[in-house]
């Protein structure tokens, strides 16, 4: 299957000179993202092979409405997308998930599987007096420096993560998905963005009434 990274220059750079591409460690921000990455390193790990013991994952895109990425927008450029890199893989290499979905991780908010069941899951945090700020806490330990540990508000973290699964899908119109490498045998084609008053590689940006786009209300609203 064909698919997208944006990456940095100094990313080129590896995957030029040692002839394949991976994550390092160092540029990602474990303070920020690492309880979120736990789970997608623990399902990665269980249904993609990685022969080569690496540690993280490169980030791509499978499926964008009627194209493979985001088209560019006027704005401004997203740090560290100096480059557009079209590769392929077969498809059980790699990690596929629903964006719409993914962006639930990140606030710890539970995936709900209709619009019962979420107003159900509401209920049951409303119950415990959880709010969106004390689940959030749960996976921004840079932002939040303690959360919540009794054992209601525990549970019901463990029963958010369990949902998470729902994110792990093809049915959907904006796919995002997790390589372990990518080889430089494999590239099809390298663009270098050179044209700095647009914005690549990224559906997060300002439309034209100021506001960004909430995905979270854009996938309740596929709920029957």
């Known amino acids: 299957m064909k698919l997208i990274t944006f990456q940095s220059l100094e990313a080129l750079k590896d995957l030029i000179n040692r002839g394949y591409l991976e994550c390092r460690e160092e540029y990602i921000n474990l303070s920020k993202a690492g ?6 390193l623990e399902k990665m790990n269980g249904s993609i092979q990685n022969d080569t013991g690496t540690k993280y994952p490169i980030w791509c895109w499978v499926k964008c409405y009627n194209n493979i990425c985001p088209p560019r927008h006027k704005g401004e450029p997203v740090e560290g997308f100096d480059v557009k890199i079209t590769f392929t893989k077969p498809e059980e290499d790699v990690f596929i998930t629903d964006f719409r979905r993914y962006s639930f991780l990140l606030h710890n908010t539970y995936i709900p599987n209709s619009a019962e069941d ?52 093809t049915d959907s119109d904006i796919l995002q998905g997790c ?3 990518v080889n430089l045998d494999e590239v099809e084609s390298i663009e270098l963005l050179h044209d700095k008053g647009y914005r690549y590689g990224s559906l997060n940006y300002r439309r034209k009434d100021g506001k960004r786009p909430n995905w979270r209300e854009e996938f309740y609203k596929t709920l029957k």
Do not use: M, N
Not at 35 to 40: D, L, N, P
Not at 132 to 150: C, F, N, Q, S, W
């Open 179 to 181: 390589v372990w490498r």
């Open 118 to 169: 979420r107003e159900s899951f509401d209920k049951k945090l409303q119950k415990a007096g959880i709010t969106e700020t004390d689940l959030t806490a749960y996976v921004r330990p840079d932002k939040y420096k303690e959360h919540r540990t009794d054992p209601e508000y525990l549970a019901i973290c463990q029963e958010i993560r369990k949902s998470f699964d729902r994110c792990i899908t």
């Open 35 to 40: 309880v979120t990455y736990s789970w997608v």
